[in-house]
């Protein structure tokens, strides 16, 4: 019998694969990795609940809470109160989380964006659970726990869960989309009610969270694909169409569920029946005025960026062992969908997963659309890579063992340390984990000067809270009964965090203090600095001291007009 890695049958536990030579890590580990994930998925929720008001507020929510509100009005009114189909651009994407995060603030004692960063917390929670059921069940208890391990400890999926309003919700309703249409194709070509439903409520939640949701179109075509040509090569294509249309048939009623699913978080998308399509067309081009962006130490137009843009960001922001192991399972996915010994629909799920981790990047580097604020667009990839790295762990260990009976434990505390790297920078870097840069870049000292940091300025949260404290105790100038500061960065966030004590404004005439940025596009002052927020020696953000002083812009770029970057305030 053949000890080939690849020879993967399944076992009578459903979901997951099993190589023909009974891998060490499967027969010693099930019991303690179960536990052991479990251990880092609570570790997860109290770091969370423990750090959440420490995450400030980004351009977009301050807009994104009014939107919630609407949205509340709109259900509220018996949807006689109209507001939310029309508001700003905010309509054409779905609302589900900040109605979630607004119905939640009218019951949690926090205030509204203390509880948005709390409701973001939790789902991001809800994505790590899935995650690990997807892994578990495409490769084991171990690879359950390694895709937990790397999705927790990925910056990109942990700093944009607490703030990021649309990519991290959309991350965690893509990755249960992945899951459901893996339970399905497990069971094809006549898959569960149950499943079906699955498959139909994730839709709905993906494609009402963001109209990328039809991607996983994409992902399931491919694993269709799969499941037919094995079929059409093993029996004959009349068998395979019967087969596929059968599959199709049980999975086309679930899509009412998920017409209903997106009719609730996306009420636009239904209020006309081409709502969804124009949705796609707004989309498929850039749609605000072009600002420009760092990128590779050039200032770009976001229209201009190269192709490199999301692969290139993407090999110096995700850690070095979510990369080898993420890349790694990717490539043997691919590699195992090639042999027939495995179990068709095994090799089908296989297809889907790695269509879920690569199509994205792919079609982003075909297409070349306009892309900003890093890969923040890109976080819902990193559930699927997360899984398949996971399977390429167990994989490697299962190979490892044949050679040498303690080299799993070699490979469990080399993939301990290479999990130990971003989560020491993790810790550095709180509450700005998003800005990471790993060690191939430099780190964030390195990539300060090359690419866009800390663009959601979420550093202003610490800024205004150390020039309040400074300034506890002083009165403004007199005849007036509020300080003025000018701000070169998300004004509206400013206004909030610093509460009636202050007066803000993109103009710095008459102002007493000036809070900017760490962004390239705004002006380093001949002031002094009250305020600075640094992490590792690179700025996050400044307050000066401009009293008395002349500034007549805060802007490097005078291209920018009087609002700054990526900003829907109304």
Same mark, same amino acid.
């Given at each position: 019998?053949?000890?080939?890695?690849?020879?993967?049958?399944?076992?009578?536990?459903?979901?997951?694969?099993?190589?023909?030579?009974?891998?060490?890590?499967?027969?010693?580990?099930?019991?303690?990795?179960?536990?052991?994930?479990?251990?880092?998925?609570?570790?997860?929720?109290?770091?969370?609940?423990?750090?959440?008001?420490?995450?400030?507020?980004?351009?977009?929510?301050?807009?994104?809470?009014?939107?919630?509100?609407?949205?509340?009005?709109?259900?509220?009114?018996?949807?006689?109160?109209?507001?939310?189909?029309?508001?700003?651009?905010?309509?054409?994407?779905?609302?589900?989380?900040?109605?979630?995060?607004?119905?939640?603030?009218?019951?949690?004692?926090?205030?509204?964006?203390?509880?948005?960063?709390?409701?973001?917390?939790?789902?991001?929670?809800?994505?790590?659970?899935?995650?690990?059921?997807?892994?578990?069940?495409?490769?084991?208890?171990?690879?359950?726990?390694?895709?937990?391990?790397?999705?927790?400890?990925?910056?990109?999926?942990?700093?944009?869960?607490?703030?990021?309003?649309?990519?991290?919700?959309?991350?965690?309703?893509?990755?249960?989309?992945?899951?459901?249409?893996?339970?399905?194709?497990?069971?094809?070509?006549?898959?569960?009610?149950?499943?079906?439903?699955?498959?139909?409520?994730?839709?709905?939640?993906?494609?009402?969270?963001?109209?990328?949701?039809?991607?996983?179109?994409?992902?399931?075509?491919?694993?269709?694909?799969?499941?037919?040509?094995?079929? #059409?090569?093993?029996?004959? &294509? +009349?068998? $395979?169409?019967? !087969?596929?249309?059968?599959?199709? %048939?049980?999975? /086309? @009623? *679930?899509?009412?569920?998920?017409?209903?699913?997106?009719?609730?978080?996306?009420?636009?998308?239904?209020?006309?029946?081409?709502?969804?399509?124009?949705?796609?067309?707004?989309?498929?081009?850039?749609?605000?005025?072009?600002?420009?962006?760092?990128?590779?130490?050039?200032?770009?137009?976001?229209?201009?960026?190269?192709?490199?843009?999301?692969?290139?960001?993407?090999?110096?922001?995700?850690?070095?062992?979510?990369?080898?192991?993420?890349?790694?399972?990717?490539?043997?996915?691919?590699?195992?969908?090639?042999?027939?010994?495995?179990?068709?629909?095994?090799?089908?799920?296989?297809?889907?997963?790695?269509?879920?981790?690569?199509?994205?990047? #792919?079609?982003?580097?075909? &297409? +070349?659309? $306009?892309?900003? !604020?890093?890969?923040?667009?890109? %976080?819902?990839? /990193? @559930? *699927?890579?997360?899984?398949?790295?996971?399977?390429?762990?167990?994989?490697?260990?299962?190979?490892?063992?044949?050679?040498?009976?303690?080299?799993?434990?070699?490979?469990?505390?080399?993939?301990?340390?290479?999990?130990?790297?971003?989560?020491?920078?993790?810790?550095?870097?709180?509450?700005?984990?998003?800005?990471?840069?790993?060690?191939?870049?430099?780190?964030?000292?390195?990539?300060?000067?090359?690419?866009?940091?800390?663009?959601?300025?979420?550093?202003?949260?610490?800024?205004?809270?150390?020039?309040?404290?400074?300034?506890?105790?002083?009165?403004?100038?007199?005849?007036?009964?509020?300080?003025?500061?000018?701000?070169?960065?998300?004004?509206?966030?400013?206004?909030?965090?610093?509460?009636?004590?202050?007066?803000?404004?993109?103009?710095?005439?008459?102002?007493?203090? *000036?809070?900017?940025?760490?962004?390239?596009?705004?002006?380093?002052?001949?002031?002094?600095?009250?305020?600075?927020?640094?992490?590792?020696?690179?700025?996050?953000?400044?307050?000066?001291?401009?009293?008395?002083?002349?500034?007549?812009?805060?802007?490097?770029?005078?291209?920018?007009?009087?609002?700054?970057?990526?900003?829907?305030?109304?």
């Amino acid at each position: 019998m053949s000890a080939r890695p690849w020879s993967l049958s399944r076992t009578k536990q459903p979901g997951l694969m099993k190589t023909e030579f009974d891998p060490w890590l499967m027969r010693r580990s099930t019991g303690i990795a179960d536990a052991l994930a479990m251990a880092v998925m609570a570790a997860v929720a109290v770091i969370a609940a423990v750090t959440f008001r420490d995450y400030g507020l980004g351009w977009d929510d301050y807009t994104h809470s009014q939107y919630g509100e609407l949205l509340l009005n709109l259900y509220g009114s018996g949807f006689a109160d109209q507001r939310a189909l029309t508001f700003v651009n905010l309509y054409a994407y779905g609302g589900g989380f900040d109605l979630l995060a607004a119905l939640v603030a009218k019951v949690l004692p926090f205030d509204l964006f203390e509880t948005r960063r709390l409701v973001g917390a939790s789902i991001g929670l809800i994505g790590l659970f899935i995650t690990w059921r997807l892994g578990r069940r495409v490769g084991g208890p171990v690879a359950g726990l390694v895709a937990v391990l790397l999705l927790a400890t990925c910056p990109l999926y942990y700093g944009n869960m607490f703030m990021n309003a649309k990519d991290a919700p959309f991350a965690v309703a893509m990755a249960f989309l992945t899951l459901s249409l893996a339970r399905a194709f497990e069971e094809y070509p006549r898959p569960s009610p149950i499943v079906c439903a699955m498959v139909g409520g994730a839709a709905g939640l993906a494609f009402g969270t963001r109209v990328l949701g039809a991607l996983a179109g994409a992902n399931a075509l491919a694993a269709l694909a799969v499941m037919f040509a094995i079929e #059409a090569r093993r029996a004959s &294509m +009349r068998t $395979a169409a019967a !087969n596929a249309g059968q599959f199709v %048939v049980a999975i /086309a @009623p *679930a899509l009412v569920l998920g017409y209903a699913v997106m009719a609730l978080v996306w009420p636009w998308s239904v209020a006309e029946p081409l709502n969804p399509f124009r949705a796609v067309e707004y989309f498929s081009s850039f749609f605000e005025r072009p600002w420009r962006e760092m990128f590779d130490g050039v200032a770009l137009a976001v229209p201009d960026m190269p192709r490199s843009y999301v692969p290139k960001l993407f090999l110096l922001q995700e850690p070095e062992v979510f990369l080898v192991l993420g890349i790694g399972g990717a490539a043997g996915a691919l590699v195992a969908v090639m042999r027939g010994e495995i179990v068709p629909a095994r090799r089908a799920v296989l297809a889907l997963l790695a269509f879920a981790a690569m199509f994205p990047i #792919a079609l982003a580097v075909a &297409m +070349r659309p $306009a892309m900003y !604020n890093g890969i923040r667009h890109f %976080v819902f990839v /990193a @559930p *699927a890579f997360a899984a398949l790295g996971g399977l390429a762990f167990v994989w490697a260990a299962d190979a490892l063992a044949r050679a040498w009976r303690g080299a799993p434990a070699m490979a469990a505390l080399v993939f301990l340390v290479g999990v130990f790297l971003p989560v020491r920078e993790m810790v550095r870097l709180h509450p700005y984990q998003y800005t990471h840069f790993n060690v191939m870049a430099g780190g964030i000292r390195a990539a300060d000067d090359r690419y866009m940091l800390d663009f959601w300025g979420l550093a202003f949260k610490q800024a205004t809270q150390d020039l309040r404290g400074k300034l506890a105790g002083a009165m403004p100038p007199a005849g007036r009964a509020q300080w003025r500061i000018a701000v070169c960065g998300p004004e509206r966030t400013a206004k909030v965090e610093l509460g009636t004590e202050f007066l803000t404004s993109s103009d710095a005439k008459g102002a007493d203090f *000036a809070l900017t940025m760490g962004a390239f596009y705004c002006t380093r002052l001949a002031a002094p600095i009250l305020v600075e927020i640094a992490r590792e020696g690179v700025v996050y953000a400044r307050v000066y001291d401009i009293r008395g002083m002349t500034v007549t812009s805060q802007l490097s770029l005078q291209d920018y007009g009087e609002k700054p970057p990526n900003s829907v305030e109304p």
